[in-house]
């Protein structure tokens, strides 16, 4: 297996995980959160597929986003099918990006973000990307917790 191959295996992995996470939330706790200030579950999981569309266009232009528009920037809440669905041609459109890669690219590429001061390889890049998503996984299995909502069973 190379490199590209286990980035792409980590991608698949943890959002399998977090389906298999966000599947296990019933339609009446979608709304519910912590706090006043903090995202609520339906937030969260938009926020997650929406970051990937938006890392993946960082990807794209190297680190500069110019006038990025989100493609959810007018979208209706509504339940966890229709952002899976929506979220569905971006998502086959970052993950063919990463299959289309060198992997000299990995090592040879670097995103310059300088409005946060981050300067990455394409390779360090990408396990960020996925990293973002791990970790909404756990804070949305504290969400549950803190809830009193059972928690699916993710250590498959």
């Known amino acids: 297996m190379n490199s590209i191959e286990v980035i792409l295996l980590n ?5 399998r995980r977090s389906i298999k996470l966000w ?36 990807i794209q232009n190297r680190g500069n986003l110019g006038d990025y528009k989100s493609p959810w920037e007018h979208l209706e809440y509504s339940d966890l099918k229709n952002e899976l669905e929506f979220a569905e041609k971006h998502r086959t459109d970052f993950l063919n990006m990463i299959r289309e890669l ?3 690219d990995l090592e040879n590429i670097r995103i310059e973000r300088s409005e946060v001061g981050q300067s990455k390889i394409l390779g360090d890049y990408l396990n960020r990307i996925a990293y973002h998503e791990a970790v909404h996984t756990g804070q949305m299995l504290d969400y549950l917790r803190t809830a009193g909502i059972e928690r699916p069973q993710v250590w498959d």
């Not at 991608?11 to 959002?15: G, P, V």
Request: proline fraction near 5%; charged fraction near 30%.
């Open 23 to 58: 599947n296990g939330i019933p339609n009446e706790h979608l709304h519910w959160k912590p706090d006043e200030e903090a995202l609520s579950i339906i937030e969260m999981i938009r926020h997650v597929l929406e970051a990937e569309h938006l890392f993946h266009k960082i």
């Open 11 to 15: 991608f698949s992995e943890i959002r």
């Open 102 to 104: 060198k992997e000299t």
